[in-house]
């Protein structure tokens, strides 16, 4: 029952101490208590020691996968201090692992810039720990305190005498608060390597001790180490690209601000700019990424028409298109950022877009002018891009035309009777034979099917205009109904372009369909068709991938019988694991060499059936990780893709970039 205005009084109000606020909330503090928050605790403490690093106390770190599930953090940096807080009266080292909102972040004479403003970094992870210990090495000796759950169960001890300096801090996430506590060695890698670049010239290592991880007995151990920085981070990015040129590499400082830029264009369709700030990803952009878009656009329009590459009569290149093969990695150093939300995914600083703007246009004028072969490619570029760009856009008045006269829906679409997109699924079908057992094997209220015939376009080597040419990819594209970014990005706004015309936008908010399932062979050809869809979805439809729209349904590959029951196996791994449970029972065993062989009784109950399927989440943790791979498998230079087959071909039999 709820309570009357008159029960609601001062007892009602509930003051939560120290770190109880984060244990009640964990989600509001990293997140997510799943997979996502179990390694935001880590980075938690990793950001700590590359703020260190950026304060040129630290170059080296030290990660490590310990075999009883806990992690710990060691970098050779100042040391967290020890001695009394004036006004806590307890030691410092206890009141930043303990309190909220304390910590030197907040002090510009400690620390210059920093990931962890929010100051909420290190006693969140402390929090959220079943156990924790740290170490610091200060002045000669070690000294070392215990938690349990956020709350210290020893004082500050002195262990010992100890040269040099540093902080080690070793914790076992929570049971009871995580839904998964093994931490993932790819995902803690691939943001480790990220951070070696960012952080150039610092040793980082990351080390696996768990039994499952060992390689010939020993720990698995990856060391990640970059002198080049952000210069190297693009050509990084840009393997398996030709690139037209050496990164374009500046870094500016004003009044406390600091730019580094690193650009480098490759023959590609796409463009591919990550930004940063103090370290942390800004995967939403914000005002720093704003500025920097703005002043190349009209850097290169200004270039291109006072070196006569660019008639006065001819429109400016778009912003789109002069990003059209460009991969770029802005980082920014700032004092006091300002993020929306405590994520840290969009920078708000108003001051910052006009600040990046102006170096970003001073230091890539410089270039052009200075470098006019490579600048000559550039502008070339544009050009191409320009002209492909009014090719697509009467391709895309011709597929929304299309679109119209058809009713507004593709005709082999069957569609549910539900309007509500939030419990709606589109099932995209490889097959028309397989399209017709799930038409039959659906929940019609609210499943729908799409059919798709053969192989869709490779959109990884094909412009816009090709793309749009490909009857499957209309179908998608009119069926999905929130049309598609015609700058093969993530549909960001951007505002006008410079000649006044709107940019074409993927508008999730009319997206049909709030389950998008891709349905296809359990075999290689099916691995093939949905790296496909899934390369499509990723160069123009991406926030149905962000805002976790999409997802990849296993259909098994054996059906086994035992009498009047039935079993699905979905790999051979499950068929042994069954065999096993099964033990010396007489079974039949069916092969499904394809969804055309399953009648719609197996495939509702298999793929169909919420209560039974099994549907994978397509992710974006790492984005710069999954362009590179998509750029080497699907991109039209071979050797690259000769290498990475080789090299992991012993890992799986049907490779999935999103498994």
Not at 485 to 491: A, P
Not at 605 to 615: A, G, I, K, S, Y
């Amino acid at each position: 029952m709820a309570k009357s205005k008159r029960d609601y009084t001062a007892r009602s109000i509930q003051v939560m101490k120290g770190l109880e606020a984060v244990r009640r909330r964990p989600a509001m503090y990293i997140g997510s208590t799943s997979e996502r928050g179990l390694h935001h605790i880590l980075y938690e403490v990793v950001d700590n020691s590359i703020d260190e690093v950026f304060a040129e106390a630290c170059d080296r770190i030290d990660v490590t996968l310990h075999a009883d599930g806990s992690a710990s953090v060691a970098d050779n940096g100042s040391g967290i201090p020890v001695d009394m807080h004036p006004t806590e009266k307890r030691p410092a080292l206890e009141v930043v692992m303990t309190m909220l909102h304390a910590g030197g972040k907040f002090d510009s004479s400690s620390y210059k810039v920093s990931g962890g403003l929010h100051g909420v970094g290190v006693s969140c992870t402390n929090a959220l720990s079943e156990r924790l210990e740290v170490q610091v090495v200060r002045d000669g000796e070690r000294h070392v305190q215990r938690y349990e759950r956020g709350v210290p169960v020893t004082d500050v001890e002195v262990k010992g005498k100890k040269k040099g300096s540093g902080t080690t801090i070793a914790f076992t996430p929570d049971p009871e608060i995580f839904t998964v506590t093994d931490f993932d060695f790819d995902t803690v890698a691939h943001r480790l390597r990220e951070l070696s670049f960012l952080a150039g010239g610092c040793r980082i290592t990351l080390t696996d001790e768990r039994e499952d991880a060992r390689e010939d007995g020993e720990p698995r151990c990856e060391v990640f180490h970059h002198k080049g920085g952000i210069a190297q981070y693009v050509e990084h990015l840009n393997e398996g690209k030709d690139a037209l040129h050496k990164p374009i590499h500046f870094v500016r400082e004003v009044e406390g601000t600091t730019v580094e830029i690193a650009i480098q264009y490759h023959d590609g369709l796409h463009e591919n700019i990550f930004s940063y700030v103090n370290a942390i990803h800004t995967a939403e952009g914000g005002t720093h990424l704003s500025g920097f878009k703005t002043a190349v656009t009209r850097a290169i329009n200004a270039y291109a028409l006072s070196s006569g590459l660019r008639k006065e009569k001819e429109r400016n290149f778009t912003g789109d298109e002069v990003r059209e093969g460009m991969t770029a990695v802005l980082s920014l150093k700032h004092m006091d950022p300002q993020f929306e939300g405590q994520t840290k995914t969009k920078l708000g600083n108003s001051e910052v877009e006009g600040l990046v703007h102006s170096i970003v246009y001073e230091c890539l004028g410089e270039f052009l002018e200075e470098h006019p072969r490579d600048a000559r490619r550039i502008v070339g570029q544009c050009v191409i891009a320009a002209r492909a760009n009014d090719a697509a856009r009467k391709a895309a008045d011709a597929t929304r035309k299309t679109a119209l006269s058809s009713g507004g829906l593709p005709g082999k679409l069957a569609d549910c009777a539900s309007r509500d997109p939030e419990e709606c699924e589109l099932f995209l079908v490889e097959g028309d034979s397989a399209g017709g057992n799930a038409k039959q094997a659906r929940n019609a209220r609210n499943q729908a099917i799409l059919p798709l015939r053969g192989v869709i376009i490779n959109v990884e080597k094909n412009r816009l205009d090709k793309i749009l040419d490909n009857v499957e990819i209309q179908a998608m594209i009119t069926a999905l109904g929130a049309g598609f970014s015609l700058n093969g990005g993530n549909g960001e706004a951007e505002g006008e372009h410079e000649n006044g015309e709107a940019s074409s936008k993927f508008d999730l908010s009319k997206l049909r369909y709030g389950k998008i399932i891709i349905l296809a062979d359990a075999d290689v050809d099916g691995s093939h068709i949905r790296t496909l869809i899934l390369t499509f979805f990723y160069r123009y439809m991406q926030p149905l991938i962000r805002e976790g729209h999409l997802y990849i349904a296993q259909p098994p590959l054996y059906r086994i019988k035992v009498g009047s029951k039935t079993y699905y196996a979905l790999d051979d791994d499950d068929l042994q694991r069954l065999r096993g449970e099964l033990g010396n029972r007489r079974i039949t065993i069916n092969y499904f060499k394809g969804l055309s062989e399953m009648d719609a009784n197996d495939l509702a109950d298999t793929t169909m059936d919420p209560e039974h399927r099994v549907l994978r989440l397509v992710t974006m943790d790492d984005a710069a990780e999954a362009d590179r791979i998509i750029s080497t498998l699907m991109g039209s230079k071979v050797a690259p893709r000769r290498e990475f087959i080789a090299e992991h071909a012993r890992e799986t039999r049907n490779l999935d970039l999103w498994a």
